[in-house]
C-alpha cells in the first residue's frame, strides 16, 4: 500500500502516557497497539480457520461486540490480496459470547470477482454461531465521481481532556454520591484499549436532557504504524462498537438501561487512514423505541477527510431513575 495518510501531529510521548487505572496496559510501556499485537493477532488453525482470544471484557461480561467484529474482519481479510481493502461488512451478533472460552472464526469465500470479492465469517462458540457476518472487499479503483459531508467544526484533541481525565474530576468532587463513585471507579480501571476526548463531557451530576448525538475524539492505544493499512479497518472496527449505542439514551437522563447489547453493526469503509491517529467520531440515534435504538456514526480523519460509516440496532431495556440523582 503506497497511499500515506497525512500525519497528525505525533504525540506518540502519548504512547508512554500512563492509561490512568488501567494495570496491565500501564506496566506494559508497550509502544505497540494491544490491539494489533494481541486482539486482532489470530491464531490460524487451518485454512479460513482462526481462534481468535480476548483482552478487555465489558461488565455485562458478555463478549465486546468491537472485539468480535474486528477479529471477523481479520480472518475474512487474510483470504483476500494484499491491495484488497473491505469496503463494507454487515454483521449480527445472534449470542451473547463467552468470555471464559476463545473464539473460532470460519470464512466461507463466498465470490471473487475482478473488482469485488465477497466473504462470509461466522464466530463460533460452543459450536454454536455468535456472530455471522458478511464482508466485502473491492480493488481500489480511482473515479472522478467524488463527494462527502464537511466535518463537523470542534476543537483539536490536544485541547481536550482524556475520559480518564474527566472521570477523575468526577471523583474529586465532594457531593458525589457513593454509587457513583464506585461506577466511574470501575470504569477507570477497566482496560479498554481505546483512547477517548468527549468534545461536550456529559454532566454527570445534573444529567440534563441532550439531543442524541455525540462527538469524541477516538484512537487504538500505542503505535501501529503503516505496515499494514488493512489492519486500521479492523481496528477501527473494534473502535466503532464502544459508545456508540449509548448515543441513543442522551435523550433520557432519567431512565438507566439495565440490558444494552447490539444486536447488528454495518460499516462501510470511504478512505484509507490510521487507527492509532485521533479520528473524530460522530454519532447520532436517528430512532428509538420498541425496546431498540438506532445509531448512525461517521468516523473522520483530523483532515477533514470521511474515513468510515456505521450503523447500528440494539437492544435496550430500561427502568425508570430519578432524574435528580447524583448516579
Ligand atoms: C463519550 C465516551 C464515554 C465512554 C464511556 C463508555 C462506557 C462504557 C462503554 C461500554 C461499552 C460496551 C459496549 C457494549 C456493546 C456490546 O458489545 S454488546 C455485545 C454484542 N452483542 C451481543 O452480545 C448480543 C448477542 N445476542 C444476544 O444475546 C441475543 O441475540 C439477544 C439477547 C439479543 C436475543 O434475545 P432473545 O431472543 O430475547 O433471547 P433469549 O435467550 O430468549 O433472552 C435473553 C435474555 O433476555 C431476557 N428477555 C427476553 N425477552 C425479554 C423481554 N421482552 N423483556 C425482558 N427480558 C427479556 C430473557 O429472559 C433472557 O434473560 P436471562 O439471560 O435469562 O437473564
Redesign the pocket.
Known amino acids: 500500500m503506497s497511499e500515506k495518510v497525512s500525519n497528525e501531529t505525533s504525540d506518540h510521548s502519548m504512547d508512554f502516557a500512563v492509561p490512568a487505572g488501567s494495570g496491565a496496559l500501564a506496566e506494559s510501556h508497550d509502544l505497540r497497539s494491544i490491539l494489533v499485537t494481541s486482539v486482532l493477532n489470530l491464531e490460524k488453525l487451518d485454512i479460513d480457520l482462526y481462534r481468535g482470544t480476548h483482552h478487555w471484557v465489558?461488565r455485562?461480561r458478555?463478549?465486546?461486540?468491537?472485539q468480535i467484529i474486528g477479529q471477523a474482519l481479520v480472518a475474512a481479510a487474510d483470504s483476500v490480496g494484499e491491495n484488497v481493502f473491505a469496503h463494507s461488512l454487515h454483521c449480527y451478533?445472534?449470542?451473547?459470547?463467552d468470555p471464559k472460552v476463545p473464539v473460532l472464526y470460519q470464512v466461507e469465500r463466498i465470490r471473487d470477482g475482478r473488482s469485488f470479492s465477497v466473504r462470509s465469517v461466522k464466530a463460533i462458540q460452543h459450536g454454536q454461531p455468535?456472530l455471522i457476518c458478511q464482508v466485502s472487499f473491492h480493488r481500489d479503483q480511482p473515479s472522478p465521481l467524488q463527494h462527502q459531508f464537511s466535518m463537523p467544526s470542534v476543537p483539536p484533541p490536544e485541547d481536550l481532556l482524556t475520559?480518564e481525565e474527566l472521570i477523575q474530576g468526577y471523583l474529586s468532587k465532594p457531593d458525589l454520591a457513593e454509587k457513583a463513585k464506585q461506577g466511574l471507579t470501575k470504569?477507570l480501571a477497566d482496560e479498554v484499549p481505546i483512547e477517548?476526548k468527549?468534545v461536550n463531557p456529559p454532566d454527570i451530576q445534573y444529567r440534563r436532557v441532550r439531543e442524541p448525538k455525540?462527538l469524541?475524539w477516538v484512537r487504538a492505544r500505542g503505535h501501529i504504524g503503516e505496515g499494514d493499512m488493512k489492519l486500521h479497518r479492523c481496528v477501527a472496527a473494534y473502535v466503532s462498537?464502544?459508545?456508540f449505542?449509548?448515543t441513543t439514551l442522551l435523550s433520557f437522563p432519567g431512565q438507566r438501561a439495565n440490558?444494552?447489547?447490539?444486536?447488528d453493526h454495518a460499516m462501510w469503509f470511504h478512505n484509507i487512514f490510521r487507527a492509532d491517529q485521533w479520528m473524530l467520531y460522530e454519532t447520532e440515534s436517528s430512532w428509538a423505541g420498541g425496546?431498540r435504538g438506532l445509531v448512525q456514526g461517521r468516523l473522520w480523519r483530523r483532515d477533514g477527510v470521511l474515513a468510515a460509516s456505521c450503523a447500528q440496532e440494539g437492544?435496550i431495556?430500561v427502568s425508570t431513575v430519578k432524574t435528580d440523582s447524583k448516579l
Open positions: 465489558p455485562s458478555r463478549l465486546f461486540g468491537g451478533f445472534v449470542r451473547a459470547g455468535i475520559v470504569l477517548i468527549p455525540n469524541f462498537d464502544y459508545s449505542l449509548g440490558f444494552v447489547a447490539s444486536l425496546s437492544v431495556r
